[in-house]
């Protein structure tokens, strides 16, 4: 009788949150979609469906196995789409760092063959795909409009503030302070970009394995509360029924999740 109901609301709250990733997934899709090179923000309001499913989920599993599973429930629904957002950036970033050397080669043969910088901006902007074409596409809208070459390009830079974006912006800037050949330069940074790719690459395969060794360390002492609350009825009494449990609880689930935050910091290796 009470099984019954906890299952109908885990069913209903993963629901909601499938929904939820849903509706970001069609966010992202419209921003990609946008032929003007900048995200425009596309918010459509949350679905009454989705609220109702989350409360009804909440509220069954409430009735069902108390607070703590309505805690437990509400974690995972507000994780887990977070969660999936910080990857969704991550491998935006990640996309964008691969295609900006290519750019950077494409722009450079396009100033060798004769182009200006703004006509060989929204010529290679308009041949790449999402995220950088539409960045350089939308850079030579800009100074089409009347706008500085260099100010454009230093918004670029301020704009995105990664290592590959100010080492090219610097050496588009210099090209039009000094009058240097544009296209060595060019190519100077596309390298180095590249070779600096290479070698962040290296280090996460290096650090592999103790992001293995961090995910152990966190999970294994939630495994063995789940365990423990399971096969011991007087310590699922006291963690789940006293106040003294749900401080030892609390001050347990704070220091794993400080130390998963901690080694997950060591052993992060995609920055530069």
């Known amino acids: 009788m009470i099984g019954a109901p906890l299952v109908i609301g885990c069913a209903l709250a993963v629901v909601a949150s499938i929904t939820g990733r849903a509706v970001a997934r069609r966010r992202v899709r419209a921003r990609l979609a946008v032929p003007t090179g900048r995200a425009v923000p596309v918010r459509p309001p949350i679905a009454p469906a989705v609220l109702v499913v989350g409360a009804v989920g909440a509220l069954s599993a409430w009735l069902a196995a108390g607070p703590v599973a309505v805690t437990l429930l509400l974690a ?23 295609q900006l050397p290519a750019a950077l080669d ?6 060798r063959s004769g182009s200006s910088l703004p006509m060989a901006l929204d010529e290679v902007g308009s041949a790449l795909d999402p995220p950088i074409g539409p960045e350089l596409a939308a850079l030579a ?3 089409a409009r009347g706008r500085p070459v260099r100010e454009v390009i230093d918004d670029w830079s301020a ?40 070698l ?7 650090a592999a394995q103790a992001r293995t060794s961090a995910l152990v360390l966190s999970v294994a002492p939630v495994g063995f509360a789940v365990l423990l609350v399971l096969a011991d009825s007087a310590a699922s009494d ?5 106040p003294a449990g749900w401080v030892c609880l609390t001050l347990g689930v704070s220091l794993d999740a400080a130390g998963a935050w901690w080694m997950a910091r060591l052993s992060r290796s995609d920055s530069w």
């Open 76 to 98: 995972g629904v507000i994780v887990g789409p977070a969660r999936t957002r910080l990857r969704r950036r991550g491998a935006q970033r990640r996309l964008r760092d691969v």
């Open 106 to 111: 494409r722009l450079a043969a396009a100033l």
């Open 141 to 143: 809208r800009e100074t």
């Open 159 to 198: 704009m995105h503030d990664d290592p590959g974006t100010r080492l090219a912006a610097a050496a588009l800037v210099l090209s039009t302070l000094v009058g240097a050949t544009p296209a060595r330069a060019i190519d100077g940074v596309a390298a180095t970009v590249r070779e600096r790719l290479d």
């Open 200 to 206: 962040a690459a290296e280090r996460r395969a290096l």
């Open 238 to 242: 006291f963690l789940l029924g006293t």
